[in-house]
């Protein structure tokens, strides 16, 4: 009955449902093969394809998929040269990872029929979570006790101290819940736009020329938007590495 009445009526949300394609139970826990985990995989192969065809045929030259592996490569790049500095570099490769990752997720979540990987926040508070304990246990290896300075800004009155540590913890430890809310909720919104103007043109026939347009002008705007919040994504990331490298709060 349930699948009769999904079957039934369609809304915008439908697109960001999880199904299982494989069920699996591991110890009490459902551990199935869903939706979700086949896009992940699709997206690391596409990653992976994008990047070994850009770079299989490397000429002095570029051509139009090698410019765009180093365009993304120089991006990402100058973000960590610029937001972390020299020690920067061994981090690189990881947060080049995420912004792939995230952009390809993003991306393809925009073809139609296909699953946004990145509208679900359980996946990106996955990776702001992993982001920031591997942060938080950076800054504690390299400064020991002195990681808790963080929290102090220099050149607080140290009667202002007992009001803002406390706002500064709380604004450390909310980092993961605005990154992964941050990317989720603009994926989610603009694919449930895009899914709604849709519904307007098919409903109208010849009359929805309007709708038509508007989905147009949406749909490059998400195109823009993705790439943003990959970005974003990244540079928040090359931010939190370099509070806990350098202790400068931002």
Same mark, same amino acid.
């Given at each position: 009955?349930?699948?009769?009445?999904?079957?039934?009526?369609?809304?915008?949300?439908?697109?960001? +449902?999880?199904?299982?394609?494989?069920?699996?139970?591991?110890?009490?826990?459902?551990?199935?093969?869903?939706?979700?985990?086949?896009? $992940?995989?699709?997206?690391?192969?596409?990653?992976?394809?994008?990047?070994?065809?850009?770079?299989? &045929?490397?000429?002095?030259?570029?051509?139009?998929?090698?410019?765009?592996?180093?365009?993304? =490569? &120089?991006?990402?790049?100058?973000?960590?040269?610029?937001?972390? &500095?020299?020690?920067?570099?061994? =981090?690189?490769?990881?947060?080049?990872?995420?912004? $792939?990752?995230?952009?390809?997720?993003?991306?393809?979540?925009?073809?139609?029929?296909?699953?946004?990987?990145?509208?679900?926040?359980?996946?990106?508070?996955? $990776?702001?979570?992993?982001?920031?304990?591997?942060?938080?246990?950076?800054?504690?290896?390299?400064?020991?006790?002195?990681?808790?300075?963080?929290?102090?800004?220099?050149?607080?009155?140290?009667?202002?101290?007992?009001?803002?540590?406390?706002? +500064?913890?709380?604004?450390?430890?909310?980092?993961?819940?605005?990154?992964?809310?941050?990317?989720?909720?603009? $994926?989610?919104?603009?694919?449930?736009?895009?899914?709604?103007?849709?519904?307007?043109?098919?409903?109208?026939?010849?009359?929805?020329?309007?709708?038509?347009?508007?989905?147009?002008?949406?749909?490059?705007? +998400?195109?823009?938007?993705?790439?943003?919040?990959? =970005?974003?994504?990244?540079?928040?990331?090359?931010? =939190?590495?370099?509070?806990?490298?350098?202790?400068?709060?931002?």
């Amino acid at each position: 009955m349930a699948e009769e009445a999904h079957g039934a009526a369609h809304g915008p949300l439908d697109q960001f +449902e999880i199904h299982r394609i494989w069920e699996l139970e591991m110890f009490g826990i459902d551990a199935s093969f869903t939706n979700s985990a086949l896009w $992940m995989l699709i997206v690391v192969a596409a990653i992976t394809l994008f990047l070994t065809m850009s770079m299989s &045929g490397r000429a002095m030259v570029p051509g139009r998929w090698q410019s765009l592996a180093e365009a993304a =490569y &120089g991006l990402i790049a100058g973000a960590v040269r610029d937001n972390v &500095g020299s020690e920067g570099r061994a =981090y690189f490769p990881f947060v080049f990872t995420l912004f $792939m990752f995230v952009l390809f997720a993003n991306f393809l979540g925009l073809i139609p029929f296909s699953f946004t990987v990145t509208s679900h926040i359980i996946v990106t508070f996955a $990776m702001a979570a992993f982001i920031f304990v591997g942060v938080t246990v950076l800054g504690l290896v390299r400064h020991r006790f002195r990681f808790f300075t963080l929290f102090s800004p220099p050149g607080v009155p140290v009667y202002l101290a007992p009001l803002l540590v406390p706002i +500064e913890i709380i604004g450390y430890l909310t980092r993961p819940i605005s990154l992964s809310v941050r990317l989720a909720a603009n $994926m989610l919104a603009g694919h449930t736009m895009l899914e709604v103007f849709a519904g307007f043109v098919v409903a109208m026939g010849i009359f929805g020329i309007a709708p038509f347009v508007a989905v147009i002008a949406i749909y490059a705007l +998400e195109v823009i938007v993705a790439f943003l919040q990959a =970005y974003v994504f990244a540079v928040l990331t090359c931010l =939190y590495l370099s509070d806990a490298i350098h202790l400068h709060p931002h």
